[in-house]
């Protein structure tokens, strides 16, 4: 997400490091920064879309990618990443919570 917001073209080495050890300190930043990603979102222009994003991914190859491109990713990433902790919780003991981002919307 810093990569099109902040336009990085290289990967935070801050992503690497485990900056929680409290579970509801961790919970309070992710819905923090569910709150980011939809203001972020919901403000963006037309001309956001014809734009594109230089970046250099994990293994040091250079590309470009349209923000419609990268914008899917995102989302895609955060499903993938999503998925990964709900398999991880529902191997343990207790009955992992449902992942899915739930918004009550007033008619």
Same mark, same amino acid.
């Given at each position: 997400?810093? #990569?099109?917001?902040?336009? /990085?073209?290289? +990967? ?19 819905? +923090? ?5 939809? =203001?972020?979102? =919901? #403000?963006?222009?037309? =001309?956001? /879309? *014809?734009? *594109? ?5 994990? !293994? ?9 491109? =990268?914008? *899917?990713?995102?989302?895609? &990433?955060?499903?993938?990443? +999503? #998925?990964?902790? &709900?398999?991880?919780?529902? !191997?343990? %003991? ?12 007033? %008619?």
């Amino acid at each position: 997400m810093d #990569g099109i917001v902040r336009e /990085w073209r290289t +990967r935070d080495p801050a992503l690497n490091q485990i900056l929680y050890d409290d579970f509801f300190d961790l919970q309070s930043a992710r819905a +923090r920064e569910d709150a980011r990603i939809e =203001a972020f979102f =919901a #403000g963006l222009d037309d =001309a956001f /879309w *014809s734009r *594109s994003f230089a970046y250099t991914n994990n !293994q040091g190859k250079d590309y470009v990618e349209t923000a419609h491109v =990268a914008c *899917s990713h995102v989302f895609n &990433h955060q499903t993938h990443h +999503r #998925g990964q902790v &709900h398999v991880m919780l529902s !191997q343990t %003991p207790v009955v992992p919570p449902s992942l899915d981002l739930h918004r009550v919307v007033n %008619p």
